[in-house]
């Protein structure tokens, strides 16, 4: 049975198929909350709602797109909507926090979260870098960890994010950038404080 | 060379989600999925935003409270006119009752 005839069956209220469904896309779900979120009962709870979406809407699938990219479309929209819902609960303590408020340097507080996939020896960096990742703008964050994190291919990333293709390579590229911008001010910054 | 150093640390940082694996969430998720499926029933208003019952529930009490009290309010405010009011308090601080006796001439 492929995903396609899953959904419809899903969409009847078949709770087999939804087992089946969930069984085939709780990783690359979960993954991908966990990148966005990086906080494990945050994204196991982004996790439930989004399979309540799927088991909810499931009548509404298009054939347009497939499955897959459909619950990758709906993995970022709730991730992000999440990401904005708590930005605007903490938006005066992000403020004040962000920056010293005696030198006005960029704070820098040392990544706390670490991703249950990544390698022993690089836990550290990678610790660093999904802090750096969370302070992209949404649309280069999406196009990063599609690509580098989810391994989704250029044309995938598109239809995920209803764009061109050359308009995800271009975020792809800023998104680099920014991140090793950001990388050297956190290195400049540590190592700084090393010296001192 | 403290350069070469510096983008050594950034390339290596970049580098570091390489053979990352992925993550398996923790049984508990499927079993809080099928809670919240049978736990609280879910009325689909619109494909985007799926309502559950207790929000409704409790947007129906909150309405039936305040059309409640409205009906209340209405009821007893109408039963003595405010000109009506002060006559009588006027009345009552002068004794200008029914009961005073007649002059007896």
Request: net charge positive; aromatic share 10%.
């Amino acid at each position: 049975m492929n995903e396609i005839q899953l959904l419809i069956l899903i969409a009847e209220g078949n709770e087999q198929a939804f087992s089946r469904f969930y069984a085939l896309f709780r990783s690359k779900v979960y993954n991908t909350c966990l990148s966005y979120l990086q906080n494990i009962e945050e994204s196991e709870e982004a996790v439930q709602d989004i399979f309540l979406e799927i088991y909810a809407s499931a009548g509404n699938f298009r054939k347009d797109a497939s499955v897959s990219t459909w619950v990758y479309r709906l993995t970022v929209n709730k991730c992000l909507d999440r990401i904005r819902y708590k930005k605007r609960r903490k938006r005066f303590a992000f403020i004040l926090s962000l920056f010293n408020q005696v030198t006005g340097e960029l704070q820098f507080d040392h990544a706390d979260f670490s991703h249950p996939g990544i390698l022993l020896e690089n836990k550290e960096k990678a610790a660093i870098l999904f802090k750096a990742i969370d302070q992209l703008p949404e649309n280069q964050k999406t196009a990063f960890i599609l690509k580098h994190i989810e391994g989704l291919s250029q044309k995938e990333i598109s239809e995920v994010m209803n764009a061109g293709e050359k308009a995800v390579e271009s975020l792809i590229q800023r998104a680099k950038s920014n991140l090793r911008r950001m990388l050297s001010d956190i290195y400049d910054l540590t190592e700084g404080k090393k010296k001192k | 060379m403290e350069n070469d150093k510096k983008n050594s640390w950034i390339a290596d940082t970049i580098r570091s989600l390489d053979g990352m694996k992925r993550a398996e969430g923790s049984e508990k998720i499927y079993a809080g999925i099928l809670h919240k499926m049978h736990g609280a029933k879910v009325i689909i208003l619109s494909p985007d935003k799926p309502v559950s019952i207790k929000k409704l529930s409790v947007a129906a009490a909150v309405i039936f409270i305040i059309f409640s009290f409205n009906l209340y309010t209405v009821n007893h405010a109408g039963t003595k006119n405010p000109k009506q009011q002060s006559i009588d308090n006027v009345a009552q601080y002068y004794q200008l009752t029914d009961t005073n006796p007649l002059y007896n001439i």
